[in-house]
């Protein structure tokens, strides 16, 4: 499985970025896949999560109502649309690939992308 994010840069406070992943080299149905993002000396942590199969998304509390993860038919790309940026949103986003339907953002994920920079200016 491979992932590729793409869509990072920098925007400033309240504006708004899409990110995607692209997925290839598999032939699962029932799979998810989720964001993350990381800042020096921080965990990892999940940002939202959509099952493929399900159509199901999950949010982090922290960005719920600001960002949106979609898809299309084609399962591929993976959106991860942030609007309302702040400052504390800057971090490396990874995208993240589960090998079943649902997608906890504490364990289950099986393969990582490299991520992409997003910064936020004030």
């Known amino acids: 499985v491979q992932l590729v994010e793409s869509g990072g840069g920098l925007v400033q406070a309240g504006g708004s970025l899409r990110l995607s992943c692209a997925a290839s080299?598999?032939?699962?149905?029932?799979?998810?896949i989720g964001w993350f993002r990381q800042t020096p000396g921080q965990e990892r942590e999940g940002v939202a999560c959509?099952?493929?199969?399900?159509?199901?998304?999950l949010y982090a509390k922290s960005v719920q109502g600001r960002f949106t993860i979609s898809s299309n038919s084609a399962r591929t790309p993976v959106y991860l649309q942030m609007n309302n940026l702040k400052p504390e949103a800057t971090a490396v986003y990874y995208c993240?690939?589960?090998?079943?339907?649902?997608?906890?953002?504490?364990?289950?994920?099986?393969?990582w992308g490299k991520g992409t920079l997003v910064t936020v200016s004030d």
């Open positions: 080299g598999f032939t699962f149905e029932d799979y998810a």
């Open positions: 959509l099952s493929l199969s399900e159509n199901t998304p």
């Open positions: 993240a690939f589960y090998n079943h339907r649902w997608c906890p953002f504490e364990y289950g994920m099986d393969f």
